[in-house]
């Protein structure tokens, strides 16, 4: 990338998108050339690439109706992209929708083409070829990815703003909580609305935890989308988590799939320890109560402390959050122990 005009085409571009939104979207029409190229198929049936005379033509209204679309033609076939129109009136930036494709304008006669969200750039159309010496396929990538994570960045603001309306999660960011009940974690908007009350500080071992953890931070947006999400799990000095245990082979490794990075604040609908009675576990969990077992005294309470971690690069990057829970030992527990110590042994 051209380290030393970045600056100012990335400054350069967003402006003139600005001042584009105050003339008429039909300037988008005309013929293009590609940095990479359209496939198509020649006569002799073999494909090739056009990367010149790629047809863009902005229809803003047909037959009495808006239309706002983008039709792009080449040799290969043909596409309708349409408009965002609530992106472009309210941040006037030109970003046309179609399917798993995007274009995204980068400056007067230069388009981006992009996937669906616009991580990835697959390639740069100009109205001038001279114009992709500057926009290479690199340089533009940097433009969006600039431009995204600022828009991500906004509505991120705004999604904290919403949740921290909510008692439930304004007093327990940073913190895991607890319930024995799935059904309190979201509502069907996915918020953390449910009354504080519900959550739980302690439980019989062998019946029901559900838990979530309320962050400061949305994961998947500051660490990126390749990140993923570790559990930890910690009872009396002994620590188990979801991504070492995994590890351990491959029966190991299918008891534990990854959990993406969070493109939220929290888990949408809560993760679980133990649910006899779906019956679903978190095996990571199962593992610390198998080590614990014939470790514990009947009628006392050990404490059992989660922590959700942001996982990249092989290890544990940020911690998101944490909590405790009080976890009694009851003659009732030991079957449940027993149980899930044969389960563990039989991996």
């Known amino acids: 990338m051209k380290r030393k005009i970045f600056t100012l085409l990335l400054s350069a571009a967003f402006y003139s998108i600005s001042l584009f939104a105050q003339t008429d979207l039909a300037t988008f029409s005309g013929k293009y050339f590609a940095a990479d190229g359209f496939e198509f198929e020649n006569a002799m049936k073999m494909k090739k690439m056009q990367k010149e005379d790629i047809s863009l033509t902005f229809v803003a209204e047909a037959n009495g109706k808006v239309e706002n679309v983008l039709l792009i033609k080449w040799k290969g076939g043909e596409m309708k992209a349409y408009l965002d129109e609530k992106m472009y009136n309210k941040k006037k930036i030109a970003w046309f929708r179609e399917g798993d494709n995007s274009f995204v304008e980068l400056a007067p006669g230069v388009l981006a083409v992009t996937n669906k969200d616009a991580s990835q750039v697959g390639d740069v159309l100009a109205k001038d070829k001279n114009q992709?010496?500057?926009?290479?396929?690199?340089?533009?990538?940097?433009?969006?990815?600039?431009?995204?994570?600022?828009?991500?960045?906004?509505?991120?603001?705004?999604?904290?703003?919403?949740?921290?309306?909510?008692?439930?999660?304004?007093?327990?960011?940073?913190?895991?909580?607890?319930?024995?009940?799935?059904?309190?974690?979201?509502?069907?908007?996915?918020?953390?609305?449910?009354?504080?009350?519900?959550?739980?500080?302690?439980?019989?071992?062998?019946?029901?935890?559900?838990?979530?953890?309320?962050?400061?931070?949305?994961?998947?947006?500051?660490?990126?989308?390749?990140?993923?999400?570790?559990?930890?799990?910690?009872?009396?000095?002994?620590?188990?988590?979801?991504?070492?245990?995994?590890?351990?082979?491959?029966?190991?490794?299918?008891?534990?799939?990854?959990?993406?990075?969070?493109?939220?604040?929290?888990?949408?609908?809560?993760?679980?320890?133990?649910?006899?009675?779906?019956?679903?576990?978190?095996?990571?969990?199962?593992?610390?109560?198998?080590?614990?077992?014939?470790?514990?005294?009947?009628?006392?309470?050990?404490?059992?402390?989660?922590?959700?971690?942001?996982?990249?690069?092989?290890?544990?990057?940020?911690k998101l959050g944490d909590g405790v829970i009080a976890m009694k030992y009851e003659p009732e527990s030991q079957a449940a122990m027993d149980l899930w110590k044969k389960w563990i042994e039989e991996l």
């Open 132 to 318: 992709l010496k500057d926009f290479d396929i690199e340089t533009a990538k940097a433009l969006i990815d600039e431009k995204t994570s600022e828009l991500k960045g906004e509505a991120d603001n705004a999604e904290l703003a919403k949740y921290m309306k909510f008692d439930a999660f304004k007093n327990n960011l940073e913190k895991v909580v607890f319930s024995d009940n799935k059904r309190i974690f979201g509502d069907a908007y996915g918020n953390p609305n449910e009354n504080p009350k519900d959550h739980i500080k302690s439980q019989v071992i062998g019946k029901t935890i559900w838990y979530n953890c309320y962050s400061k931070i949305n994961p998947a947006a500051k660490y990126g989308k390749s990140s993923e999400i570790n559990i930890e799990y910690e009872m009396e000095g002994l620590k188990v988590d979801r991504k070492s245990l995994a590890k351990k082979g491959r029966t190991w490794g299918e008891k534990f799939p990854k959990i993406d990075s969070r493109d939220d604040f929290k888990f949408l609908a809560g993760r679980v320890a133990a649910d006899p009675n779906a019956p679903i576990y978190d095996w990571a969990y199962l593992a610390l109560m198998s080590e614990m077992n014939d470790k514990l005294m009947f009628g006392k309470s050990y404490n059992l402390k989660v922590t959700v971690y942001v996982y990249k690069d092989g290890a544990n990057i940020a």
